[in-house]
């Protein structure tokens, strides 16, 4: 399933793509809907700044079985200052780039369902053993 919305560049708008992409990780990935807010927040909050006011802001969500990829795409050029938005996704993402030429700025991040820890119960010992038995 894909999920996309365009918007344009006003600070204004960061709250409704957060909450956007709140409800879409909700439906899909209830576990993931509050890194899927902050992440897409982050991300389009860097787009504002590269876009223009009459140009528009592209994002899009895929869902797998066990992740959200996230997207923004901005007219804007190639940004490779990261900062304060990359440091928020690399605590809540698998993976996430950056990328820009002639047609503009992606940026993308992974957010996947957190498995469980798993611990095993530790070995049942019956005694030690003793030498010679």
């Not at 990328?99 to 005694?127: C, F, N, Q, Y």
Request: charged share 25%; proline share 5%.
């Amino acid at each position: 399933m894909v999920y996309r919305l365009s918007l344009s560049p006003a600070d204004t708008c960061i709250e409704s793509v957060g909450h956007w992409a709140r409800a879409v990780a909700q439906t899909e990935h209830p576990d993931l809907a509050s890194d899927a807010e902050q992440a897409t927040r982050a991300l389009v909050s860097a787009a504002i700044r590269r876009t223009k006011r009459n140009e528009l802001i592209h994002t899009q969500i895929d869902v797998t079985p066990d992740s959200l990829r996230i997207e923004v795409h901005d007219p804007g050029g190639f940004d490779d200052t990261g900062g304060f938005e990359t440091a928020e996704l690399s605590s809540a993402a698998i993976s996430f780039g950056a990328s820009g030429d002639h047609s503009g700025h992606r940026t993308w991040v992974i957010l996947r369902k957190r498995s469980e820890a798993r611990h095993d119960p530790p070995a049942m010992t019956t005694g030690a053993r003793q030498a010679g038995s």
